[in-house]
Every structure is written in structure tokens, then in C-alpha cells.
């Protein structure tokens, strides 16, 4: 056969190759190119078996809880199997609770704290242990350990240690909000640098040699080389932990239960103000309170705060996505 | 390769494994007597034994004893009985997923003025039941504002002042010397003083921590709001807007004597972990600020200090010497509404046998201290037998007032935070605070609990 009666030959079958599906391609990948797979048609009937465990729990635990706590959070009620709808009266309730916008601005401000401090150490020790120094195996672990202890576990060590550590001075962590707010943030540091280090250490692992060689020739010193050429090049692990962080300190709560629970407690003309709770806490405190219609106000809140941190965390998703380069 | 294809069906497992578990049927706990229920219901020998009980256990230190309870009475019966017990100070929550399920417990607790209000639509009505018939007592039963039955008591309770009369002996005093706040304030800093002399402190740590803050903020505070309704000349019956705080000095008078006579320094206090119980059945301290249920069970002071006694809480009150100790309960059974009739019946018969069985009785008394029923077995609890002697003798019975604080677990833990940082710097300024806590802390949770 000559060359051109091999190529209108394998004319018709270049064609079908356009229009197969991914999985045909898939699978002619492994079964060669000529054969199709004997694969294909099982897989096909069968990917509903893979597929359907994943979305049915994705559906059961996640999108249909989430779609009934929207509703659950126009109505009031005791169970949930009782609701009854109200409109939107939790919304305003929620919005004129002083408690909820307290617990607002001091987890906005917990979560910035908490974002800077833990992204600098984090990519500190990152940038340290990729220096090639001894042990830097052995350090990765170690700093990574205390992410592997529930969150409740971690607030009641740390209360114990630095109550340790404050009786000496006659105060506790449940006695002194400014020990309570940097108690939190030392702890959440103490829990998350590790965690964010290995994406940091991922990221600069994989930044070019040939680009960290090419800053050197061109006479670049350390300094200019980490701000001009390190960074740039790590911004979507900078993406990522920076999300990371903002998140979980706006959503954060067991820690904050199991250290200070909210404490100490200022009377304020009459009214108690937590001087350390923040806003998922909040709102645990307010569905458990006496009040009849609690539940759905805590709700509205919970709908609030969902809103919140996914309005923030995208924001900042997408500023910082622009400063991401292409390598 | 061959490790991948492990790997991959393990993770498949898992997920499929957590998937499923989603959906699997709620029926271990209790349901291990099973068979009992299908051949009962052939063999029921006219006892109507069908329907199910499922009672949510308030008290996590009687767990043991009802399980076993429980069993003798499905060995018994054939009717099935679960019991599930909340982990302590979580009963509201779990009181509320529980209640949301199909298999919803058809006995559960309302033990105070909020109970009924956020649970009482959910209690069927006791009056006229055969298990409200065996009640000696209406003191420590729950109506709702139409007259509902909603709870009844099924065991009470009372605290006040534990004593070591030994120790107080061989500080060269006696416990019947004590008869006011005057006479309670010289023995007990006389033992303070004595302290390293005689090996005991008088008082053990009031401990601030959750563990321990209620003996306070939920118990000693009764003496105040008490008073306060004897001022007004009538006994709460719904939780009042406002208090006035009339009687916090005598709070004050005691707290103070208690925290600054104590084993511990009280600017420790507000961490805790001091444990008072294990200090006074080691006999470190004379006194302690406890309750009737410690008699017996986990705690068993009795064990240790077998002549120990309840005095009542004197704080400097007119006419004190005749008072008597904090007698109430937060131990009130109601039963679903919403569970069948079978199983509503089912729960009824099991309640009756638990107060008129002679075995079952006497466990549960063990446990509980007393239930108050006709036919119940008797008491065996010495504080209890302490506060029966001293109503006995025309001494006046302080009820549990603090069950309508309101809101009541944003009240304490603002009082808790108060109280705290008096410890910590015992001023007047400081004191204010607790005082706004108490008075206006009412106020503002009485509004939180009952806006509309």
C-alpha cells in the first residue's frame, strides 16, 4: 500500500476521532488506536454508580441543609419539623442585635490579624526550610503537627497554658479581653502556620531555577530577588493561604468556645457585652437562648454570615488572582 | 500498581462507608434486647405491652443505673426502653436534635419555668394519668399558663452548706453551734486562721470554671432571690421582669466568707480545676457549698465523710437561725405529645413501674436521692434526711427561686465573668459590677428571653 492509500484510509477514522468523547479518547489512550475499548460501553453505563454516591452526598449533606436553612431562616420555630414562615423579621432582627454586629467588627479584626501574622510567619518558615538547612524534614513535620488536633482539644490546651502562665500575674485568659483576643491569635497561629507553610514550600519548590539563576546573573541581591522574582512567582500559593486564613478566622469557633467562650463579660449599662465572642459563636449562643423565636433569628444570622464570607473570601480571591504571573 | 488499586478501592470503601452511614437506622442504643419487642407482641400477656419508651436522660450520673433499670424492666415486660443521656450541660441541644427525629423520646425533662415555655407545647397533659395519681407531693410539678400538667417531678433535690463535723470538732467547735451567719463567720475563720495548724482549711475552692461556677451562680444565688420573694410576700410563680437585689449584701456576706476562707487564693478561682469535691472527701477543708445529689453516686461524700451534714446557707438574714435548706428540682419527666398513643401509654406504664416497683424503686432512690411518689422506696440520702429533720423541727424550706432566672445561661455566664473579676480585686467598684450582673443582668435577659 502506498503512503497515499494509507492516508485515505485512515481518513474516515481521523474523523470520527474528532467528534469522540473524552472518555473514547480516554480509553483509546490506553487500548491503542485502532481498537476500541472494551471498556467504553461498561464505563459509560456504569459512571453513574461512580458519580452518584459523591452527589447524592454532596446534595444530602451540603446543598439540600443549605437550601433548607435559607428557608429555615424566614420562620420561626422550636424543630424544625414545625417551622413556620414569617418573612423576613429574623433578618431585622438579627441586623439590630448590637451583640451581632460587636461580634462583627471583632472578627473582622481578629481575621486580619490572624491573616498578616500567619502568612508572614508561614512563608517565613517556609523560605528558611527551603534553604536547604539540616533538618528541615524533621521541621516540616514538626510544624505542621499541631494542625492534625481538633480545634476544641487545642482551646482547652492553650487555656490551660496560659492560664499557667497568667496566674503568676493574678489574671486569667477568661479575665482579660486583650490576653483573650492575642491568646486566640497565638493560638490560631500556633494551629495554622504549619498548614500553610507546606503550600508555601510547595510554591517555592516550584518556582524555575533557571529564573532564580538568570536574577542572580543579572546581578539581582537577595533582597531584590525575593521581592521581585520569589514572590511574583508564588502568588497563587499567596491566593490560596491568604483565602485559606481570611476564611477560617471569620468562620472560626471552636477555639474560641473552648478558650474563652466569649469572656470576660462587661456589664454596660445594664446590658452584658462579650468582650471576645465571635461571629459563629454568636450565633450558637443566640439559637440556644431562651427566647421563642431565637432559632430562626440565629438563622438569618447564619444565612448573614454565609453571605459575608463568601462575599470576602471571593473578593479577595480575585485581587489576588490578578497579581498571579505567568511563568 | 497493585498498592494503587488497594488504595483506590479503600478510599471507594470509605466514601461509600460515609455515605451510608448517613442513612443507617438510629436502632443500636436499646434496641439490644432485640427480638423483645416482636415476641412480645404475640405473646403479650394482657399487659398491653406494645409500644416503645425512650427517655432522654437529664442526669449524666445516673446513666448506669437506669440502663440497668431499664433492662429489668424489657426482661420484665418485653417492652423495649432506651435510654440515652445528654452529656452534661447539653440537654438543650440535645433535647432539641433528638426531639426532630422520627424516633423522637417519648420521655424527657422539663425541669424549670423556660422548659415549659420552649417545651411545653410538646408535653402532653399528666393531669389524671395513673402516674400523677402516685405523686405525694405537687410541689415539683409544671403547669403551663392554661393549667397543663406539663412536668412532674421524679426526684428533688436540695443544697446548702456541706459540713465535716470532725473537722469542725477538732477545731474545737460544734456543727450545732452553728445557727446563723454570726456563728457560721467564727468558726469558719477561726478554722482559716488555724489553718496550717490544724492540717484543713475551712472552705474548699469555690471554683469559677464551668464545672463548678452554678454552686454559685445557680444555687447560692437562690438565697438571694428567695428572700427577695418572702420581702414581697409571695412565691414566683412566672419568672418577675425585674428583681431589685434587695438581699445581694447577704449574698455577699456568704460568697465573701466562702472564697476568703478557702484553700484556694480566690484570684484562682475564675480557672478552676481545683477539684472541691476530692478536697473535701479528703478531708482538706471542713466545709463546702454542695447539693443532696452528692450523697451518693460518683461523688459519694458519704463514702468518705459518712457522718457529713447539710446546714442551710446563712447569710445574715433576720430570723435566719430558723431557716431551712434550698429544697426543689430541675428532675421533671414530661412525655412527648407527639408519640403515639402506644408509645405515650407504654411510657406512662414504664413510669408507674419505676415509682411502685420495689427493685426498680430502690435503685433509682439510690440514684436520684428520693422520688416523691406513694409508693416509692425510701430514702436513704442523709442530706436529704438533714433537710427533712429541720422542716420537721418548723425550720422554713427555701425553694428553688432560681429556676425562673431567665435566659438563664447568658445570665450566668455574665454573673460567672462578674464574680470573677471581683475575685481577682475584691472593690467596690467591682462589686458594682456583679450587682449589675445579678439586677440589671435580669432585666436585660428577662427582655432578651421574652422579645417578641
Redesign the interface.
Known sequence: MTNDELATKNEPLQNEEVHESPLAKLSRFYWGKNRKSPLTRPLRKWFILFLG??T??FI??FVWPFLQGIYLSLCNF????DAKFVGFGNYIKAFTDASFMRSFWYTALFAIVSLLLINILAFAVAYALTLGIKGSNLFRTVFFMPNLIGGIVLGYIWSMIF?GVL?AF???I??NSTWGFWGLIILMCWQQIGYMMIIYIAGLNAIPEDMLEAAKIDGANKWQTLWRVTIPNLMPSITICTFLSLTNGFKLFDQNLALT???????Q????I?QTEMLALNIY?TF??????ARGTAQAKAVIFFILVAAIGLAQLAYTRKKEVQQ | MKLKRVLALAMAAA??G??FA?CNDDSGNGGSSNGGAGSTGSTGSGGGASGSVYWLNFKPESDGVLQEVAKMYTDETGVPVKVVTAASGTY??TL?AE??KSDAPTLFVIGNE?GV???G??AMDLKDTKIAGELNTDAYNHYDADGKLVSIGYCYESYGIIVNPDLVEQAGHKVEDIKDFASLKTVVEDIHNRAGELGFDAFTACDMDDSSSWRFTGHMANLEYYYEEQKAGKTWTECPATITGDYLPNFKNLFDLCINNSITDP??L??GGHDPDTQFKEGKAAFTVQGSWTYAGDTNYSGSVPNAKMIPYYCGVEGEDKAGLNCGTENCWAVNANASEEDRNATIEFMYWCVTNEEASKKLVESFGVMPYKSAAESTNGFLKDAETLTSNGNYVMDWATNFQ?????YR??L???L??YC??QTDANWD?VK??FV??W???YN?????
Open positions: 454516591p459523591v447524592a452526598a444530602i449533606g422550636q424543630l424544625i419539623k492560664d496566674s493574678g489574671t486569667s477568661v479575665q467562650s466569649g469572656q470576660p463579660i462587661v456589664m449599662d445594664g446590658v452584658p462579650k449562643n440556644y437562648s431562651s427566647n421563642n423565636s | 466514601m461509600a460515609c455515605f448517613g438543650e441541644q432539641s426531639m426532630d423556660a415555655k420552649k417545651w407545647s410538646y484570684k484562682e475564675a480557672t431567665p435566659n438563664v445561661d447568658e455566664k455574665a460567672v465573668s462578674a470573677n473579676t481577682a480585686d459590677q449589675s450582673a440589671d443582668g432585666a436585660t435577659q432578651a428571653a421574652n422579645a417578641g
